[in-house]
C-alpha cells in the first residue's frame, strides 16, 4: 500500500520561505516521477512542480518558477518543495503525488497515488 505523508506547512507571512516534505512507503521510490499539486480556496488543484525519478528533470507552474524548487532524496523516499518568496496567492493545501511512470508531467492524470495534503498560508 502506497503511502504520501506530506509535513512542513504552516502560517508565513509574505516573502517568507518554507520548505515542504514529502515521505513515501509503499512503492519504489526511485522508479516514479514526483509532483507537488496545490489548491486554493475554492478553486481546483493545480500543478506546481514536477520532478522526475532521477532527479535530472524538474518542471514548474510558470505561477512558481524561479521561487519554488523542487528536490528530492531517494535515499530517504522523500521530495522536498522549497517555496521562496512567498505571496498571499501561494495559500492553498499542498498535495504530493507519485507518477505513474520514471518522467514528468503536469498532469494530474499522470499520477497514480496522492497525500493527504497539507496547508500552506501566506499573510499580507
Known amino acids: 500500500q502506497v503511502q504520501l505523508v506530506e509535513s512542513g506547512g504552516g502560517l508565513v507571512q509574505a516573502g517568507g520561505s518554507l520548505k515542504l516534505s514529502c515521505a513515501a512507503s509503499?512503492?519504489?521510490?526511485?522508479?516514479?516521477?514526483m509532483g507537488w499539486f496545490r489548491q486554493p480556496p475554492g478553486k481546483e488543484r493545480e500543478f506546481v512542480a514536477t520532478?522526475?525519478?532521477?532527479?535530472?528533470?524538474?518542471n514548474y507552474a510558470d505561477s512558481v518558477k524561479g521561487r519554488f524548487v523542487i528536490s528530492r532524496d531517494n535515499a530517504k523516499n522523500t521530495v522536498y518543495l522549497q517555496m521562496n518568496s512567498l505571496k498571499s496567492d501561494d495559500t492553498a493545501v499542498y498535495y504530493c503525488?507519485?507518477?505513474?511512470?520514471?518522467?514528468?508531467?503536469?498532469?494530474?492524470?499522470?499520477?497514480?497515488?496522492w497525500g493527504q495534503g497539507t496547508q500552506v498560508t501566506v499573510s499580507s
Open positions: 509503499g512503492r519504489t521510490f526511485s522508479s516514479y516521477a
Open positions: 503525488a507519485s507518477g505513474r511512470y520514471g518522467s514528468t508531467s503536469w498532469a494530474r492524470s499522470a499520477y497514480a497515488h
Open positions: 520532478i522526475s525519478a532521477g532527479g535530472g528533470v524538474t
